[in-house]
Protein backbone atom coordinates (compact mmCIF):
# COMPACT_ATOMS: atom_id res chain seq x y z
CA UNK A 1 0.00 0.00 0.00
CA UNK A 2 1.19 3.51 -0.95
CA UNK A 3 -0.10 6.62 1.05
CA UNK A 4 0.12 10.25 1.24
CA UNK A 5 -0.21 11.92 4.53
CA UNK A 6 -0.75 15.94 4.00
CA UNK A 7 0.05 17.57 7.22
CA UNK A 8 1.73 15.11 9.59
CA UNK A 9 4.43 16.86 11.83
CA UNK A 10 2.33 15.78 15.13
CA UNK A 11 -0.87 14.73 16.40
CA UNK A 12 -3.25 12.61 14.13
CA UNK A 13 -1.39 13.17 11.48
CA UNK A 14 1.83 11.55 12.78
CA UNK A 15 -0.31 8.69 13.87
CA UNK A 16 -1.59 8.14 10.69
CA UNK A 17 1.77 8.18 9.46
CA UNK A 18 2.83 5.41 12.61
CA UNK A 19 0.39 3.20 12.12
CA UNK A 20 0.44 2.95 8.09
CA UNK A 21 4.04 2.66 8.34
CA UNK A 22 3.63 -0.12 11.37
CA UNK A 23 0.99 -1.86 8.88
CA UNK A 24 3.64 -1.98 5.96
CA UNK A 25 2.70 0.55 4.48
CA UNK A 26 5.12 2.76 1.80
CA UNK A 27 4.45 6.48 3.12
CA UNK A 28 4.95 9.54 1.98
CA UNK A 29 4.13 12.46 4.76
CA UNK A 30 4.38 16.47 5.02
CA UNK A 31 5.55 18.81 7.16
CA UNK A 32 6.38 22.34 7.52
CA UNK A 33 9.15 22.62 10.31
CA UNK A 34 12.70 20.79 10.78
CA UNK A 35 11.87 18.66 14.06
CA UNK A 36 8.23 17.58 11.70
CA UNK A 37 10.11 16.52 8.87
CA UNK A 38 12.81 14.57 10.84
CA UNK A 39 9.92 12.46 13.19
CA UNK A 40 8.62 12.08 9.43
CA UNK A 41 12.07 10.13 8.57
CA UNK A 42 12.15 8.76 11.71
CA UNK A 43 9.29 6.40 11.25
CA UNK A 44 10.47 5.29 7.75
CA UNK A 45 8.21 7.55 5.97
CA UNK A 46 9.17 10.02 3.16
CA UNK A 47 9.29 14.10 4.25
CA UNK A 48 8.49 16.35 1.96
CA UNK A 49 8.06 19.76 3.20
CA UNK A 50 4.92 21.31 2.58
CA UNK A 51 3.32 24.51 3.67
CA UNK A 52 -0.51 23.60 2.61
CA UNK A 53 -1.31 27.88 3.10
CA UNK A 54 2.20 29.08 1.03
CA UNK A 55 1.03 28.59 -2.56
CA UNK A 56 4.24 28.72 -4.30
CA UNK A 57 5.35 25.20 -1.41
CA UNK A 58 2.01 23.56 -3.14
CA UNK A 59 2.97 24.39 -6.39
CA UNK A 60 5.61 22.26 -5.77
CA UNK A 61 4.14 19.57 -4.39
CA UNK A 62 3.23 17.60 -7.73
CA UNK A 63 6.60 17.40 -8.93
CA UNK A 64 7.87 15.83 -5.76
CA UNK A 65 5.06 12.99 -6.55
CA UNK A 66 5.57 12.14 -10.00
CA UNK A 67 5.23 8.70 -10.53
CA UNK A 68 3.64 8.22 -7.17
CA UNK A 69 0.59 6.09 -7.35
CA UNK A 70 -1.32 6.35 -3.81
CA UNK A 71 -3.75 4.27 -2.18
CA UNK A 72 -4.80 6.53 0.29
CA UNK A 73 -4.06 10.33 0.62
CA UNK A 74 -4.90 12.24 3.82
CA UNK A 75 -5.34 16.08 3.65
CA UNK A 76 -5.28 16.47 7.48
CA UNK A 77 -3.80 19.94 7.99
CA UNK A 78 -5.99 22.30 9.93
CA UNK A 79 -5.83 24.91 12.55
CA UNK A 80 -8.60 25.51 14.91
CA UNK A 81 -8.22 29.44 15.47
CA UNK A 82 -10.24 31.88 18.15
CA UNK A 83 -12.62 29.72 20.10
CA UNK A 84 -15.13 32.68 19.71
CA UNK A 85 -18.35 32.56 19.43
CA UNK A 86 -20.87 33.76 16.93
CA UNK A 87 -21.02 37.90 16.70
CA UNK A 88 -17.46 38.24 17.35
CA UNK A 89 -16.12 39.09 14.50
CA UNK A 90 -12.47 37.43 13.84
CA UNK A 91 -9.80 39.36 13.20
CA UNK A 92 -9.18 39.67 9.18
CA UNK A 93 -5.83 37.63 9.48
CA UNK A 94 -7.32 34.69 12.02
CA UNK A 95 -10.03 34.63 8.88
CA UNK A 96 -7.10 34.45 6.91
CA UNK A 97 -5.53 31.99 8.60
CA UNK A 98 -8.41 29.36 9.22
CA UNK A 99 -9.60 29.93 6.00
CA UNK A 100 -5.96 29.57 3.77
CA UNK A 101 -5.21 26.12 6.09
CA UNK A 102 -8.65 24.72 6.10
CA UNK A 103 -10.45 26.00 2.87
CA UNK A 104 -7.55 27.23 0.51
CA UNK A 105 -5.53 24.72 1.21
CA UNK A 106 -7.32 21.31 0.15
CA UNK A 107 -8.46 23.29 -2.55
CA UNK A 108 -5.01 23.58 -3.67
CA UNK A 109 -3.81 20.50 -2.81
CA UNK A 110 -6.43 18.27 -4.23
CA UNK A 111 -5.44 19.68 -7.98
CA UNK A 112 -1.69 18.62 -7.32
CA UNK A 113 -2.41 14.74 -5.96
CA UNK A 114 -5.18 14.44 -8.44
CA UNK A 115 -2.42 12.31 -10.97
CA UNK A 116 -0.85 10.60 -8.41
CA UNK A 117 -3.51 8.42 -7.36
CA UNK A 118 -3.76 4.66 -7.93
CA UNK A 119 -7.11 3.66 -9.53
CA UNK A 120 -9.25 3.50 -6.75
CA UNK A 121 -7.94 5.42 -4.40
CA UNK A 122 -9.33 6.54 -1.19
CA UNK A 123 -9.11 10.43 -0.55
CA UNK A 124 -10.07 11.66 3.32
CA UNK A 125 -9.87 15.05 4.12
CA UNK A 126 -9.96 15.11 7.86
CA UNK A 127 -13.18 17.42 8.75
CA UNK A 128 -15.18 17.59 11.93
CA UNK A 129 -18.68 17.73 13.37
CA UNK A 130 -18.22 21.34 14.47
CA UNK A 131 -18.60 21.83 10.33
CA UNK A 132 -22.34 19.75 10.49
CA UNK A 133 -24.88 22.60 10.41
CA UNK A 134 -28.53 20.60 11.33
CA UNK A 135 -27.30 19.03 14.48
CA UNK A 136 -25.17 22.17 15.63
CA UNK A 137 -26.30 23.50 19.11
CA UNK A 138 -23.23 25.96 20.21
CA UNK A 139 -21.41 28.46 18.05
CA UNK A 140 -18.36 28.03 19.80
CA UNK A 141 -15.23 28.62 17.20
CA UNK A 142 -17.53 29.79 14.67
CA UNK A 143 -14.74 30.64 12.15
CA UNK A 144 -13.40 26.94 12.54
CA UNK A 145 -16.65 25.88 12.42
CA UNK A 146 -17.40 27.62 8.69
CA UNK A 147 -14.18 26.09 7.55
CA UNK A 148 -14.87 22.55 7.98
CA UNK A 149 -18.60 23.16 6.43
CA UNK A 150 -16.85 24.86 3.73
CA UNK A 151 -14.42 22.54 3.37
CA UNK A 152 -17.05 19.21 3.20
CA UNK A 153 -18.05 21.27 0.11
CA UNK A 154 -14.65 21.19 -1.09
CA UNK A 155 -14.64 17.33 -0.73
CA UNK A 156 -18.33 16.77 -2.57
CA UNK A 157 -16.74 18.52 -5.37
CA UNK A 158 -13.40 16.69 -5.70
CA UNK A 159 -15.79 13.54 -5.67
CA UNK A 160 -17.68 14.15 -8.40
CA UNK A 161 -14.30 15.66 -10.01
CA UNK A 162 -12.85 11.93 -9.35
CA UNK A 163 -15.41 10.38 -9.63
CA UNK A 164 -14.53 7.05 -11.47
CA UNK A 165 -10.78 7.43 -9.83
CA UNK A 166 -11.13 7.90 -6.34
CA UNK A 167 -13.43 7.34 -3.08
CA UNK A 168 -13.27 10.58 -1.71
CA UNK A 169 -14.86 11.28 1.87
CA UNK A 170 -15.00 13.87 4.84
CA UNK A 171 -13.91 12.23 8.30
CA UNK A 172 -14.58 13.33 11.54
CA UNK A 173 -11.61 11.87 14.01
CA UNK A 174 -14.17 12.20 16.84
CA UNK A 175 -12.55 14.37 19.77
CA UNK A 176 -9.20 13.55 20.49
CA UNK A 177 -6.29 14.29 22.38
CA UNK A 178 -3.55 16.10 20.30
CA UNK A 179 -2.52 19.75 20.93
CA UNK A 180 -5.99 21.13 19.07
CA UNK A 181 -7.95 18.55 21.05
CA UNK A 182 -6.61 19.22 24.55
CA UNK A 183 -6.33 16.90 27.56
CA UNK A 184 -9.64 16.80 28.22
CA UNK A 185 -10.75 15.06 25.03
CA UNK A 186 -12.41 11.33 24.94
CA UNK A 187 -10.11 9.76 22.56
CA UNK A 188 -6.40 8.90 22.09
CA UNK A 189 -5.29 9.32 18.47
CA UNK A 190 -4.44 5.57 18.25
CA UNK A 191 -7.92 4.53 18.74
CA UNK A 192 -9.27 7.95 16.40
CA UNK A 193 -6.89 6.85 13.79
CA UNK A 194 -7.12 2.80 14.15
CA UNK A 195 -10.88 3.95 13.36
CA UNK A 196 -10.17 6.12 10.29
CA UNK A 197 -8.17 3.59 8.56
CA UNK A 198 -10.81 0.93 9.08
CA UNK A 199 -13.28 3.14 7.82
CA UNK A 200 -11.16 3.90 4.69
CA UNK A 201 -10.45 0.34 3.98
CA UNK A 202 -14.26 -0.10 4.31
CA UNK A 203 -15.95 2.53 2.10
CA UNK A 204 -16.97 1.48 -1.49
CA UNK A 205 -17.55 3.70 -4.82
CA UNK A 206 -20.69 4.43 -3.44
CA UNK A 207 -19.70 6.19 -0.76
CA UNK A 208 -17.82 8.85 -2.10
CA UNK A 209 -18.72 11.85 -1.32
CA UNK A 210 -19.88 11.04 2.16
CA UNK A 211 -19.28 12.29 5.56
CA UNK A 212 -17.93 9.54 8.02
CA UNK A 213 -17.10 9.74 11.94
CA UNK A 214 -14.03 7.30 12.88
CA UNK A 215 -16.53 4.77 14.28
CA UNK A 216 -17.86 4.11 10.81
CA UNK A 217 -21.29 6.22 11.23
CA UNK A 218 -21.99 8.00 8.07
CA UNK A 219 -22.78 11.93 9.88
CA UNK A 220 -25.35 14.55 8.51
CA UNK A 221 -24.14 17.59 7.15
P1 LIG B 1 -2.81 19.55 15.87
O1 LIG B 1 -2.98 20.99 16.16
O2 LIG B 1 -2.30 18.64 16.91
O3 LIG B 1 -1.93 19.35 14.53
C1 LIG B 1 -2.24 20.10 13.39
C2 LIG B 1 -1.39 19.60 12.25
O4 LIG B 1 -1.70 20.40 11.07
C3 LIG B 1 0.10 19.78 12.53
O5 LIG B 1 0.82 18.72 11.92
C4 LIG B 1 0.38 21.09 11.83
O6 LIG B 1 1.74 21.29 11.45
C5 LIG B 1 -0.48 20.94 10.60
N1 LIG B 1 -0.67 22.23 9.94
C6 LIG B 1 -1.28 23.34 10.43
N2 LIG B 1 -1.19 24.33 9.53
C7 LIG B 1 -0.51 23.83 8.46
C8 LIG B 1 -0.09 24.36 7.22
N3 LIG B 1 -0.34 25.64 6.87
N4 LIG B 1 0.57 23.56 6.36
C9 LIG B 1 0.85 22.29 6.69
N5 LIG B 1 0.50 21.72 7.85
C10 LIG B 1 -0.18 22.49 8.72
O7 LIG B 1 -4.28 19.06 15.40
P2 LIG B 1 -4.91 17.60 15.31
O8 LIG B 1 -3.89 16.60 15.01
O9 LIG B 1 -5.81 17.43 16.47
O10 LIG B 1 -5.89 17.82 14.05
C11 LIG B 1 -5.66 17.25 12.78
C12 LIG B 1 -6.92 17.47 11.95
O11 LIG B 1 -8.04 16.90 12.63
C13 LIG B 1 -7.26 18.93 11.73
O12 LIG B 1 -7.73 19.11 10.41
C14 LIG B 1 -8.37 19.19 12.74
O13 LIG B 1 -9.21 20.25 12.34
C15 LIG B 1 -9.07 17.86 12.73
N6 LIG B 1 -9.87 17.59 13.93
C16 LIG B 1 -9.28 17.40 15.16
C17 LIG B 1 -10.05 17.10 16.26
C18 LIG B 1 -9.46 16.86 17.62
O14 LIG B 1 -10.23 16.66 18.56
N7 LIG B 1 -8.15 16.83 17.78
C19 LIG B 1 -11.52 17.01 16.17
C20 LIG B 1 -12.04 17.21 14.84
C21 LIG B 1 -11.23 17.48 13.77
P3 LIG B 1 2.77 22.22 12.33
O15 LIG B 1 3.35 21.31 13.37
O16 LIG B 1 3.75 22.68 11.32
O17 LIG B 1 1.96 23.34 12.92
Do not use: C
Not at 78 to 100: E, I, N, S
Not at 175 to 204: E, F, K, N, P
Request: glycine share 10%; proline share 4%; net charge neutral.
Amino acid sequence: MNVLIVGASRGLGLEFVRQYRAAGARVTATARSEPGLAALGGLGARPLQLDVADAASVSGLAWQIDGERFDVVVLNAGVFGPRADALQAPTQDDFDAVMRTNVLGPMRVLPQVADALAPGARLAIVSSTMGAIGARTSSSGWLYRASKAAVNSVMKDASLALAGRAIVVSLHPGWVRTDMGGADADLDAATSIAGMRTVLAAVQPADSGSFFSHDGRRLAW
